[in-house]
T-cell receptor, first 115, second 114 residues
Framework: SAVISQKPSRDICQRGTSLTIQCQVDSQVTMMFWYRQQPGQSLTLIATANQGSEATYESGFVIDKFPISRPNLTFSTLTVSNMSPEDSSIYLC????????????FGPGTRLTVL | AQSVTQPDIHITVSEGASLELRCNYSYGATPYLFWYVQSPGQGLQLLLKYFSGDTLVQGIKGFEAEFKRSQSSFNLRKPSVHWSDAAEYFCAVNSGGGADGLTFGKGTHLIIQP
């Protein structure tokens, strides 16, 4: 498995602003993923972030709204841009440790409230 | 496209009673199947997974799940629940290989009665 931390753990933001969420892993991993969990809902994949390449976004998510960086094998950021109340969600990163694990492990999540 | 159905939104079980949470999947090939648990205010914790082989898999916290290809199901079971099992349970699927994101079911909220 892997130990994953996220910052911030929660935040309250104003409409129209942006928030960058950090995801740090205690080991080098190739595959990192970002998910959104809207209130009372399940998790939806936003994008896949591989080091050294552009993030791959799922249908309904665009880079201008959710830019992602992946500067190295232990770190990634997700920015939620020009926020609206509809962006209020828990944002979770996950990693696939590789070496045949084929299993994703999740960070604790960032709870975002947009007013 | 793959999909996961968890038909029970809420389940209430008495402490000490047995538990079964249902999960049905739709996937064109051999799926990789997972159960995760989310306690209030927490991230997701992996309970167990099935890739191939023995269709009955054991997980953490006394949970097990059985893969039934003929029924496209991967139901989670526990013989005796504890109050600490109260949480949200998610079934998920992907194609395996480590490169794909997970497709989640809507989750089942488990309530434990004393």
């Amino acid at each position: 498995s892997a130990v994953i931390s996220q910052k911030p753990s929660r935040d309250i933001c104003q409409r129209g602003t942006s928030l960058t969420i950090q995801c740090q892993v205690d080991s080098q991993v190739t595959m990192m993923f970002w998910y959104r969990q809207q209130p009372g809902q399940s998790l939806t994949l936003i994008a896949t972030a591989n080091q050294g390449s552009e993030a791959t976004y799922e249908s309904g998510f665009v880079i201008d709204k959710f830019p992602i960086s992946r500067p190295n094998l232990t770190f990634s950021t997700l920015t939620v841009s020009n926020m609206s109340p509809e962006d209020s969600s828990i944002y979770l990163c996950s990693v696939e440790p590789g070496q045949g694990a084929d299993t994703q492990y999740f960070g604790p999540g960032t709870r975002l409230t947009v007013l | 496209a793959q999909s996961v159905t968890q038909p029970d939104i809420h389940i209430t079980v008495s402490e000490g009673a047995s538990l079964e949470l249902r999960c049905n999947y739709s996937y064109g090939a051999t799926p990789y199947l997972f159960w995760y648990v989310q306690s209030p205010g927490q991230g997701l914790q992996l309970l167990l997974k099935y890739f191939s082989g023995d269709t009955l898999v054991q997980g953490i916290k006394g949970f097990e799940a059985e893969f039934k290809r003929s029924q496209s199901s991967f139901n989670l079971r526990k013989p005796s629940v504890h109050w600490s099992d109260a949480a949200e349970y998610f079934c998920a699927v992907n194609s395996g290989g480590g490169a794909d994101g997970l497709t989640f079911g809507k989750g089942t909220h488990l309530i434990i009665q004393p």
